[in-house]
């Protein structure tokens, strides 16, 4: 979210700390366009290979692959107790305001929240087991960046306090930065000051497009160059995902409900010992809801300051870390709640629902997702359950609404085409399927599908969702002239 997820989530929510951060994330945002290292227009020391006939414009997406890199330590403090702390920043941005310089130190200091979400209850390890997760910084306009981090603790001898390397970047690719957090941490092993060299060469690589793959050359003493391969997935909508963790966690008849609340935008919250299966099963989970986009709040782990969030009256995912359990659950508002304990062992999955998460699909399509997903192999590689399962939920999405695209009708060159929402909606056969439908088609992320699909002035576009409605038609013309 594969780990993954969040700082001010999908939304915003109402006043308080949430707000301030998305203004200081909006305005930080200009300020990162205009300061980008003059470097960056330079010629790029990398080379982006995939199908040989590509334009270079097909093989580059245009974008860089992070904004900065950050090393967060927790350090002593001189009254006592420990905090987070930066102690290694990439690009340094010099000759900037001072309105400028103090709006990056306040974004800086929230992305330490998220490398350490745990507040100040930290002392000094001999042993810490080394976990990736990832975060999302919302703004105020919506726009996202992704937080990637990789906590362990450093070589040495003794008691000594853990690390966190977070990577920011506008690119979701899970797979693809925890490989450059490997070779983060291997530079660390010999130097700090030997990150820039290679930190500096991946910032002036581009992006390869989707299926593609840039090799970045580095120079490590003792080592000699090496090439550093970076692909991308062809799917991009899955590279941010593995549903290794969700399907570890939970059964498939679990995974269902979840899927059933969020589909209906209830609220949500994850509990887990390890920020990377939070981060990992939100990511996942929010995929499920393909070709849709959660439109709400969505923070994977939320950090001790801020547990405020989860009294919020709107829709949201949210992770938990376990031991904050019993203090969120204190004044915790259960109306729409559903608490998923993804902890190994747990005594309750649900320790809190609504009570109708398994009746809210339609009882034919479920069977159908459980058969659809018993396909998937024990031991099958990642690209494989991604495939899998993305495709039992898409279906499951073809199903129930594949068929909107001839009540999208256009009105004129100038103008938004228009939804018929009650014809759309009188066309569904069975019943059952239509009392769902009925449901969805109140939801936020229904609503902006069919918002974007009446400003493009056509229903259908490329893509994995489109694919498989054709299919689908397909499918059922042939049946249909069968019986004919």
Partial sequence: MNDGTVMAGENVIGEGRFKRFGSVLSSFRGKLSKGGSAKETDQPPATVTGA?????????????????????KISKKQGGGYEPKIIYQFPKRD???RCQKEEEEKIL???TLFCFPEGISWAPLTEYRSETFSFVLTEM?????????????????????????????????????????????KRRQKSMAM??????????????????TVNIK??????????????????????????????????DKQVLKVFASTVLERRIIFIAEELSTLSQVINAVAALLYPFVWQHTLISIVPQILMTVTMAPTPFLLGVQKRLFNEIMEEADTTNLLVVDLSEGAEKTFIVEVGDESSILPQKLQEELLQQLSARKENSSPEELNRVVSEAFVSFFVKTVGHFAPYIKPQGADQP??????????????????????????????????????????????????????????????????KH
């Fill in 195 to 212: 990150i820039y060299p290679f930190m500096q060469s991946l910032r002036e690589a581009p992006v390869p497009a989707p299926g593609n």
């Fill in 95 to 97: 000759g900037m305001m």
């Fill in 141 to 185: 306009d919506g726009s996202r960046r992704n937080g990637y981090c990789r906590r362990l603790l450093p070589h040495g001898d003794g008691a000594r306090s853990p690390e966190a390397y977070c990577i920011v970047s506008r690119l979701a690719c899970f797979g693809l930065f925890s490989k450059i957090f490997d070779e983060v941490e």
């Fill in 417 to 482: 085409a228009v939804f018929q929402k009650r014809n759309f909606y009188k066309a569904i056969e069975p019943k059952n399927v239509r009392h769902f439908v009925k449901k969805f088609m109140l939801t936020q992320m229904f609503d902006l599908f069919i918002q974007e699909a009446e400003q493009r002035q056509t229903a259908t576009q490329g893509g994995f969702f489109y694919k498989k409605i054709v299919e689908y038609q397909e499918k059922k013309r042939k049946e249909k002239s069968k």
């Fill in 218 to 251: 580095s120079f490590i003493p003792e080592s000699g160059t090496e090439i550093i391969s970076l692909t991308r997935p062809l799917d991009s909508w899955l590279e941010h995902v593995d549903f290794h963790t969700l399907f570890r966690c939970l059964t």
């Fill in 109 to 111: 200091k929230a992305i």
């Fill in 52 to 72: 040989e006939d590509l334009s270079v414009k097909e093989r580059y997406t245009g974008q860089f692959f992070f904004e900065y890199l950050v090393v967060v």
